[in-house]
């Protein structure tokens, strides 16, 4: 639906555009289609988010990204390298921007009243952080529970939240504790349970080398301290845990 109605929109415009060159009806169309889907993340998310490329950041960023090229022995006027500063930059704001969405306010835009008090189960959300140590990513999965006491929470914002706290430079113990700590604050539940199992570029790539470890980190409130209903919450995410 939301792909359609930026589709549309272009097609809009596209009509508006004729007799402009190709060139700059192409890149006019980009822009637009970017502006389009920030515009909808953030009705989403309940909230406006701050610029997705603040101007001055990619400027300042891009050119120390020139700098660590040339640092590291390369030629960034090498033709293959000449816009890679600026995509660095760009994907450097992109992979921290959770630093711009505020986790609470995600569950709050879509908290309703509600009777229910079994757990709910959000598992197997991908994850893609980067570590704080080396800046190196590190992904996996994340598996959320909580028991409702009065309130639920869309079941969308539950990966959104995730989402918002490993956009950051992070340590797998602390997005874990987060995640936790944020559902705790906002829904006021009878427990919160969740599991991250994830692969450290940093171990896989450098140092140790070991290509194939997983680390797991839980962290549990409430009802969840209670052996019985952790251990059903653990089977219930599965056999994946290692
Ligand atoms: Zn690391």
Redesign the pocket.
């Known amino acids: 639906m939301k792909l359609k109605k930026i589709m549309l929109s272009i097609m809009d415009r596209k009509d508006k555009i004729k007799g402009m060159k190709k060139e700059d009806i192409n890149d006019g169309i980009n822009e637009m289609a970017v502006e389009n889907i920030m515009d909808d993340y953030s009705l989403e998310v309940g909230f406006r988010r701050k610029d997705t490329y603040n101007n001055r950041t990619l400027a300042k960023l891009s050119n120390h990204y020139k700098d660590i090229i040339k640092l590291i022995g390369e030629d960034p006027e090498r033709e293959g390298l000449l816009k890679t500063p600026e995509r660095v930059a760009k994907a450097m704001q992109f992979l921290t921007h959770g630093y711009d969405l505020n986790p609470e306010e995600i569950l709050k835009s879509a908290m309703f009243q509600e009777d229910y008090k079994q757990m709910v189960i959000v598992k197997d959300i991908e994850i893609y952080s980067l570590?704080e140590?080396?800046m190196?990513p590190?992904f996996g999965k994340a598996h959320v529970a909580y028991i409702p006491n009065g309130y639920i929470v869309g079941l969308s914002k539950i990966p959104r939240v995730v989402d918002a706290f490993a956009r950051r430079l992070q340590v797998q113990e602390r997005l874990t504790t987060q995640i936790k700590e944020a559902i705790h604050n906002t829904l006021k539940p009878l427990g919160v349970a969740v599991v991250i199992e994830a692969q450290?570029m940093?171990?896989s790539m450098r140092g140790i080398q070991k290509q194939n470890s997983v680390t797991t980190t839980s962290d549990f409130t409430g009802a969840f301290l209670v052996d019985k209903t952790r251990a059903e919450f653990i089977h219930l995410i599965g056999s994946k845990l290692h």
């Open positions: 570590c140590h080396h190196i590190f450290h940093c171990m």
